[in-house]
């Protein structure tokens, strides 16, 4: 059986540029690998079939991420692989951090090692895109700038530090925030050196905290014990603290409607670590 990681994310910054014909946008975004997430078992077999069991009943049918990543896989293997998927999810859901794409990213990685199926990172990255903007970024599995919509992909180093997360009792979802005509999506292209050097923002931000009053409320508290912003496209917000005692400090006030963790910020993401101790 091999058990690994799939690693949550926050966008440290995150701009749009653009609208693009097929109606995504085009981004300019720190994504930050975390410490905590998932956690992925799988046990490859030779019955053809894909057998997915979750913790959570919500999310255990057909369309997770994980069988979907897994079919993806199906076409170049041998016609009996099979392989029986256990996720233990415990990053919130829809709520910017990327868990469901980290855990089709984790899967990619460990059937084409358990099926030996020899696919490049980028091989993976490329059918991981299918699913998903954030699938390649947990692919590669490093702290990265990423352009295009999310695909294009520039690994930074950045100083250790440690997050408290915290998740409002809200739901945003991605296609209503980049449907939405008051999305700011004309911000100007910068280099990376001009974004590393000016203060960090999330565009998505003023509109979902007009959209979902919780995700203001929560930053108006979460400011006050360092700089904080939202993730992605939200509900998800963070404050990035120096060391670990003062994140749990303000954890431990958390407002009663929230759930909130404490992180530590990697350059290399755990399932990578996990997997040069797996081959
Ligand atoms: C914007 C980010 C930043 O990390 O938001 P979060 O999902 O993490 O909050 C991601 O790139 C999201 O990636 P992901 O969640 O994989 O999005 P997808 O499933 O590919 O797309 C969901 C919907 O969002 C819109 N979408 C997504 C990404 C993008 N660059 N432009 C878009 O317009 C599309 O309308 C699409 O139908
Ligand atoms: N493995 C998975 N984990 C979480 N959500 C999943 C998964 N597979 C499919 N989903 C669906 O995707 C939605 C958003 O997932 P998630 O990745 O947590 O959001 P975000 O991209 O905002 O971080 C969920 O509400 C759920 O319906």
């Not at 490049?120 to 991981?128: C, E, F, K, N, V």
């Not at 003023?206 to 409320?217: D, G, K, N, S, T």
Request: proline share 6%; hydrophobic share 45%; charged share 15%.
């Amino acid at each position: 059986m091999l058990t690994l990681p799939a690693p949550a994310k926050l966008n440290l910054f995150l701009h749009i540029t653009g609208r693009r014909a097929d109606g995504y946008h085009n981004l300019q975004t720190l994504f930050r690998m975390l410490d905590v997430g998932d956690e992925l078992s799988f046990r490859a077999n030779q019955s053809g079939a894909i057998n997915f069991r979750c913790s959570d009943a919500s999310i255990a049918g057909a369309d997770n991420l994980v069988v979907r990543a897994a079919k993806l896989l199906q076409p170049f293997a041998a016609p009996d692989a099979g392989v029986e998927i256990y996720l233990e999810k415990r990053t919130p859901m829809g709520g910017g951090l990327g868990g469901g794409s980290s855990d089709a990213a984790t899967t990619l990685h460990a059937l084409n090692l358990q099926w030996q199926l020899g696919l490049s990172t980028q091989q993976l990255a490329d059918i991981g895109l299918k699913l998903g903007a954030d699938v390649p970024v947990f692919v590669f599995g490093q702290t990265a700038f990423a352009e295009g919509v999310g695909e294009q992909l520039q690994p930074v180093e950045l100083p250790d530090c440690w997050y408290l997360v915290v998740t409002p009792d809200a739901h945003v979802s991605t296609a209503a925030v980049f449907t939405h005509p008051d999305l700011i999506r004309d911000s100007k292209p910068l280099t990376l050196a001009d974004l590393m050097s000016s203060p960090w923002r999330n565009d998505c931000q003023p509109l979902v905290e007009r959209l979902c009053p919780q995700v203001a409320i929560t930053l108006q508290w979460l400011v006050e014990y360092a700089p904080s912003r939202m993730t992605g496209t939200g509900a998800s917000v963070f404050a990035e603290f120096a060391d670990e005692l003062s994140a749990r400090r303000a954890l431990a006030d958390l407002p009663a409607n929230c759930r909130g963790f404490v992180a530590r910020g990697l350059n290399q993401s755990p399932l990578l670590t996990a997997l040069r101790h797996a081959v």
